[in-house]
């Protein structure tokens, strides 16, 4: 069989399909932290389709005005909260929304992340302090507070932290997030087992590419015009969906996950372990981002 003629993974069943049976989430509060684009609002919508109210948290009101009306059509009720995450007042406020409005979420999805590409020695303490502030410190306050409150209340509850696969490959050009992408994969693994007595399970979640509508039309542009390149690139010869990334959520946070926790599940198509097996020419990062000679 030709290189040509290789079938790569079976695309995926079609939007509106469900993973688990319907109603799963059925009388179930689900917050979602950047759930107002992208990923965040596509995970957000497989677990409405299942029955879930939701509470959608984002730093921009403009993305939670549209989010709320979009995912409200699917059938639960929606409440949204402007809320910086790097302040821990500001996500005990969402809390106390949640719990005013629909009760106390039983799921928490930490999807909220801040990222882009910067030579190390050219990142400022300012870049490094913006993206490990939103992306580990960030997860930690919304993961604190959704601990303390459901272990004040003797309820069980689950936690899915969306990481990325250079948490353990490391990552040339976002030495921020990678290093913040660690610290929540541990904490993934830390607190599985510190709350575990106390019915919590912590999980992780890391997509793969998996192109949407709310990404910005260069990048969507760049990625569509390198399509075949892009494709041929992955081993499943194709990129995920955004609801690839949903489903694997609605499972991990279900019933049907109970005894899964301090687990991180990577829905990539096998991509990032291709690393070692295709030995890719070496660019340097500054040559990657058009950048000249260092100096200080």
């Known amino acids: 069989m030709t290189d040509s003629a290789l079938p790569g993974l079976p695309a995926p069943p079609p939007l509106g399909a469900g993973a688990l049976p319907p109603g799963t989430y059925d009388g179930s509060v689900v917050l979602v932290t950047g759930g107002g684009t992208g990923l965040g609002k596509?995970?957000?919508?497989?677990?409405?389709?299942?029955?879930?109210?939701?509470?959608?948290?984002s730093r921009k009101q403009e993305h939670l005005s549209s989010a709320e009306a979009e995912l409200g059509a699917l059938g639960g009720k929606v409440t949204t909260c402007q809320c910086d995450i790097r302040d821990p007042e500001a996500v005990a406020g969402v809390f106390d929304r949640a719990e005013s409005t629909l009760g106390l979420p039983d799921v928490l999805i930490n999807n909220a992340a801040a990222n882009f590409p910067v030579p190390a020695e050219d990142?400022?303490?300012?870049?490094?302090?913006?993206?490990?502030?939103?992306?580990?410190?960030?997860?930690?306050?919304?993961?604190?507070?959704?601990?303390?409150?459901?272990?004040?209340?003797?309820?069980p509850g689950s936690v899915v932290n969306v990481g990325a696969s250079y948490a353990w490959t490391g990552g040339p050009g976002f030495a921020h997030s990678a290093a913040a992408k660690a610290g929540v994969k541990n904490l993934v693994e830390t607190l599985a087992v510190e709350w575990g007595p106390y019915g919590l399970r912590?999980?992780?979640?890391?997509?793969?590419?998996?192109?949407?509508?709310?990404?910005?039309?260069?990048?969507?542009?760049?990625?569509?015009?390198?399509?075949?390149?892009?494709?041929?690139?992955?081993?499943?010869?194709?990129?995920?969906?955004?609801?690839?990334?949903?489903?694997?959520a609605t499972f991990l946070a279900s019933?049907?996950?109970?005894?899964?926790?301090?687990?991180?599940?990577?829905?990539?198509?096998?991509?990032?372990q291709r690393r070692d097996a295709v030995g890719a020419p070496v660019v340097p990062v500054r040559e990657q981002l058009g950048r000249g000679d260092f100096r200080l």
């Open 255 to 272: 019933p049907y996950a109970r005894f899964i926790s301090g687990h991180t599940l990577v829905v990539d198509g096998a991509n990032w």
């Open 42 to 57: 596509a995970v957000a919508a497989e677990f409405a389709r299942l029955g879930a109210d939701l509470v959608i948290a």
């Open 123 to 155: 990142m400022s303490p300012n870049a490094w302090r913006t993206v490990v502030d939103i992306t580990l410190n960030g997860t930690f306050y919304m993961t604190r507070e959704f601990g303390r409150r459901h272990l004040a209340a003797g309820a």
């Open 202 to 248: 912590v999980n992780g979640l890391v997509p793969g590419l998996m192109p949407h509508t709310d990404m910005t039309d260069d990048i969507r542009a760049g990625l569509e015009q390198a399509r075949d390149d892009r494709d041929a690139r992955q081993p499943a010869l194709r990129v995920g969906a955004p609801r690839e990334l949903g489903w694997a």
